[in-house]
């Protein structure tokens, strides 16, 4: 049974950093692992999907990394804005089920980026 | 584009009575798919519909639990009788073809009491 657990579980840091979240799975028989983000009282966006075939994913400030093999994934947020304040979720896409979409997700880092 | 819209955004009920929970999915969307987060937990994977058909429903707690998809079009999720422990949010997301990425909705935030 895959199990997906996020470091930090909630992050604080200035205007202008840049941060890394980490998640890490058990099971590396996944067809992709994804990057969400939530806002409070909203859904989840998509921010990257990696298929497993590949090593990385890049949107702007946004880069997602993969490492079957360990178990790892990684999103780095350059230069973060107060904007970038949310809960970031990974869930990875299990193969060897029927389907695809199955995601377990984990359990989320609180990101909190002040002025 | 309008995205996933999901109906009602909040509920509140009492113990033992019934709630339909609805989901529109992203319109071209043949995957809709149903998530739920409890209190304290991670958000977990319910069922999957690929047009009108269940592909997977191994998520589903119980069978108080009834995900229906009519036309393969919007997907309704009935819990019939609520119990305090369903509570939570539930989501309906959907995709365009497999492996691609899912598009969530605002989520149902249900309370039963």
């Known amino acids: 049974k895959q199990e997906v657990t996020q470091i930090p579980a909630a992050l604080s840091v200035p205007e202008g950093e840049n941060l890394v979240l980490n998640c890490s799975f058990t099971?590396?028989?996944?067809?992709?692992l994804q990057w969400f983000r939530q806002d409070p009282g909203k859904g989840l966006t998509s921010l990257l999907l990696i298929q497993s075939s590949q090593r990385e994913q890049t949107s702007g400030r946004l880069n997602a990394s993969l490492d079957k093999s360990s178990g790892r994934s990684t999103l780095y947020i350059a230069a973060s804005q107060p904007g970038d304040s949310a809960t970031y979720l990974c869930?990875?896409?299990?193969?060897?089920?029927?389907?695809?979409?199955?995601?377990?997700f984990g359990q989320g880092t609180i990101l909190t980026v002040h002025p | 584009e309008a995205g996933v819209t999901q109906f009602p955004s909040h509920s509140v009920i009492e113990k033992g009575q019934t709630v339909t929970l609805r989901c529109d999915p992203i319109s071209g969307h043949d995957n809709l798919y149903w998530y739920r987060r409890v209190m304290g937990k991670e958000i977990k994977f319910l069922l999957h519909f690929v047009k009108e058909s269940k592909q997977d429903e191994s998520g589903m707690p119980n069978n108080r639990f009834l995900a229906e998809r009519t036309g393969g079009t919007y997907s309704t999720l009935k819990v019939q009788p609520a119990e305090l422990e369903d509570s939570g949010v539930y989501f309906c997301a959907s995709s365009l073809v497999d492996n691609s990425p899912l598009h969530f909705g605002n989520g149902t935030r249900l309370t039963v009491t």
């Open positions: 869930a990875s896409d299990n193969a060897g089920g029927t389907s695809y979409g199955k995601l377990t």
């Open positions: 099971d590396s028989a996944i067809y992709n």
